[in-house]
């Protein structure tokens, strides 16, 4: 892995399969510059674009973000609005690039109060991705931890009195209920921004993530910073509530 030595000098970092990110510190990067918070999340989005980038050429398979949650409908409306405008750019050019680039998308979240254009593309995205194996990128929108899980909890319950479930319900039977299924928990959750936080995100998948934070804010975020924190992860020892081997 090149592009790893060059930071750790170890040339034998660990790249996980599924990294997911908290998108932090658009609106701090923008003040900083004196811009409008908007111009910080149009900055963010063009990070997005080329970690997931990054991620797909190292070999990671799942790329996770949080980039709307179902608390941030408190923002002001210009700002909302703002952001799902950017997503609505986003994801047409996706629908674009993806067939060529080999990228398949997922939007994870509660997408029925979403416009009806941004869930005609969030269903194009679902209807390419179907075609391909490969690296996957996952879009957290109007998304909250407890709001999946809930959520997950219902559909159980309703599949259960229904007689489509069994009463035996295992961790994995749950987890296939999730926004999330089918994707396996993410290893490593980055935290851009500075805060060290959750924020209800992944509450359930993260169960055994390792945590990298840095103070760097989202749009500043580059491939070397991905490099860091990856070679951080190599260097942590998972034992996953067991004893370590020898
Ligand atoms: C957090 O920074 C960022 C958000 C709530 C929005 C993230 C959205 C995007 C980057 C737009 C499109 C995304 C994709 C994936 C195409 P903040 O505003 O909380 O920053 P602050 O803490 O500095 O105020």
């Given at each position: 892995m090149a592009a790893l030595e060059h930071i750790t000098g170890e040339g034998n970092s660990t790249v996980?399969?599924?990294?997911?990110?908290?998108?932090?510190?658009?609106?701090?990067?923008?003040k900083k510059r004196g811009l409008p918070r908007t111009a910080g999340h149009a900055a963010g989005a063009e990070t997005f674009r080329r970690?997931?980038?990054?991620?797909?050429?190292?070999g990671v398979n799942y790329l996770t973000v949080y980039a709307f949650s179902t608390e941030n409908w408190s923002r002001p409306e210009e700002e909302v609005k703002s952001i799902m405008k950017l997503l609505d750019r986003y994801l047409r050019e996706a629908i674009a690039?993806?067939?060529r680039d080999h990228i398949r998308m997922k939007i994870l979240g509660d997408v029925s109060i979403?416009?009806?254009?941004?869930?005609?593309e969030i269903e194009e995205t679902n209807r390419i991705s179907s075609r391909y194996e490969g690296f996957q990128a996952n879009i957290c929108l109007n998304y909250g931890g407890r709001a999946?899980?809930?959520?997950?909890?219902?559909?159980?319950a309703r599949d259960?009195?229904?007689?489509k479930a069994s009463a035996d319900l295992t961790e994995d039977g749950f987890s296939s209920y999730l926004y999330s299924a089918?994707?396996?928990d993410p290893e490593l959750l980055i935290r851009p921004g500075g805060e060290k936080r959750i924020s209800n995100f992944l509450l359930w998948q993260c169960a055994y993530s390792e945590f990298y934070f840095t103070d760097v804010l989202w749009p500043d975020f580059t491939p070397e910073e991905l490099d860091r924190a990856i070679a951080e992860f190599s260097r942590r020892d998972r034992r996953f509530g067991g004893v370590k081997n020898g």
């Open positions: 996980p399969r599924h990294i997911a990110i908290i998108l932090d510190g658009n609106g701090r990067w923008a970690i997931a980038t990054y991620c797909k050429n190292i690039t993806m067939e979403l416009s009806p254009s941004l869930r005609a999946e899980i809930l959520q997950a909890a219902k559909r159980y259960l009195v229904e007689g089918g994707i396996p």
